[in-house]
């Protein structure tokens, strides 16, 4: 992970400048969510290990009202969780036409309509993270296309399946994300604390199975 040493943002490993001054960025042995990434996904006990971590951290810091944290906003101190808070909350709104690095996070109504942070808002963010540790992939494209974009299919399409990216999730734990990142927020769970009971409350996931021995 890399940060700027004038406005103290992070930024994943593969960026050399700051977005916003084009600083030459400085290297940490800080890592974040977005580290913990992988192709094809964690394994779902770890990415639920990370995301209810992360909303323990949330609680404690009194932030279930939080703005959207992105997996490089949320950093790793030993095996906890540490929020870095203030890069989502100073950072300006891109534009409509411009690529927006929270959009793929954010709850659809404040995509839309601008509408301040809420707990239904924290509960679609964490769901979204959670989404992407167990398949890898960004939802909705959210990183790379534009705001507006992002905007149109969060309020048309259902959260898609996590399951058909990763068929190692297990079907109840899909539904919760799936509920979790829910377009209207009645549908969602009703705050973050009874989201995270929920995912505690499941059957601990099966472990992943074994790669096969490399051929002699």
């Known amino acids: 992970m890399k940060r700027c ?28 969510l977005a580290d913990e990434r992988r192709p094809g996904g964690l394994a779902p006990a770890v ?14 810091a009194r932030r279930l009202a939080a703005p959207t944290l992105s997996p490089a906003d949320i950093e790793f101190d030993g095996d906890r969780v540490r929020l870095t808070l203030s890069v989502d909350a100073t950072a300006p709104t891109p534009a409509p036409d411009a690529p927006d690095p929270h959009a793929a996070y954010t709850a659809p109504e ?3 309509d601008g509408a301040p942070a809420s707990e239904a808002a924290t509960v679609y963010n964490l769901g979204a993270l959670l989404w992407e540790l167990l398949t890898g992939v960004t939802p909705f ?29 297990p079907v109840d734990l899909d539904a919760l994300v799936r509920a979790a990142m829910h377009r209207d927020p009645a549908h969602r769970p009703s705050d973050v604390a009874s989201f995270v009971a929920s995912l505690r409350a499941l059957p601990p996931p099966a472990p992943s199975p074994a790669a096969p021995a490399p051929f002699a």
């Not at 990415?47 to 404690?60: E, R």
């Not at 296309?145 to 259902?158: M, Q, Y």
């Open 5 to 32: 040493p004038r406005c103290a943002r992070t930024f994943s490993n593969d960026l050399s400048f700051c977005v916003d001054d084009a600083s030459p960025l400085d290297a940490t042995d800080t890592r974040t």
């Open 47 to 60: 990415a639920l290990a990370h995301i209810t971590s992360l909303a323990d951290a949330l609680a404690a």
């Open 110 to 112: 404040r995509l839309a």
């Open 141 to 169: 494209d959210g990183t790379t296309a534009t705001r507006a974009a992002v905007a149109v299919r969060k309020l048309l399409e259902d959260a898609p399946s996590a399951r058909a990216l990763a068929p190692a999730v």
